[in-house]
Nanobody
């Protein structure tokens, strides 16, 4: 079993910043890639960012490029999502997930085999 726990969500004003963390336990991330997804209320879950095991390949959806940064600390089995210049449209539940594969990419939900329960990010205008 792999257990993923997100933290760091909360309420922030537009233009502000938050850092989300994803801590892994059990088999941890092994050699698999990791991705962040988000799901606004009443909408479908969408891809946000991903990183491969080594950290050498990083991917972002167009709407967050230049504002969000994904990083990882393999020694602490933790993946981060630094979110800057937040906008109201970033409001969503953010999920961390492990990929079925060792390489990164523009993941779909079907590419992932373990999910956290999510952390809520609310950006006010």
């Amino acid at each position: 079993q792999v257990h993923l726990v997100e933290s760091g969500g909360g309420l922030v004003q537009a233009g502000g910043s938050l850092r989300l963390s994803c801590a892994a336990s059990g088999r941890t991330f092994s050699t698999n890639g990791v991705g962040w997804f988000r799901q606004p209320a009443g909408k479908e879950r969408e891809f946000v960012a991903a990183v491969n095991w080594s950290g050498s390949n990083i991917y972002y959806t167009d709407s967050v490029k230049g504002r969000f940064t994904i990083s990882k600390d393999n020694g602490e089995n933790t993946v981060y999502l630094h979110m800057n210049s937040l906008k109201p449209e970033d409001t969503a539940v953010y999920y961390c997930a492990r990929s079925k594969y060792s390489y990164g990419g523009y993941y779909t939900a079907g590419d992932m085999d373990y999910w956290g329960k999510g952390t809520l990010v609310t950006v006010s205008s």
